[in-house]
């Protein structure tokens, strides 16, 4: 059963704009806190922006002014809008869900290319 779905990946040319979207089902519970965090090929998964339940977030140095990590508006669902996207911010995107466990969903691909 998928638990967590990401979306709004695609390619946009250096300078743009994307918003993805993470999407928690309601067999997840008691969600303490949604993130975003990203793989490019060859390196290690890296945190981009984190919120909490309470509404606190924080970011990675390389995002940091650029993306922004904020609730959907409705229950678990979170956006990020990546702004002034640079070709170093092409990779996988992954939502991961702190619940009762971590849960992760598949991924969404970003390239950033001209």
């Known amino acids: 059963q998928v638990q967590v779905v990401e979306s709004g990946g695609g390619l946009v040319q250096p300078g743009g704009s994307l918003r993805l979207s993470c999407v928690a089902s309601q067999t997840v519970s008691r969600i303490s806190a949604m993130g975003w965090y990203r793989q490019a090929p060859g390196k290690q998964r890296e945190l981009v922006a984190h919120?909490?339940?309470?509404?606190?977030?924080n970011y990675a140095d390389s995002v940091e002014g650029r993306f922004t990590i904020f609730p959907a508006g409705v229950p678990r669902t979170v956006y990020l809008q990546m702004n002034s996207l640079k070709p170093e911010d092409t990779a996988v995107y992954y939502c991961g869900v702190s619940a009762d466990k971590l849960y992760w969903g598949q991924g969404t691909q970003v390239n950033v290319s001209s």
């Open positions: 919120i909490t339940s309470l509404g606190n977030t």
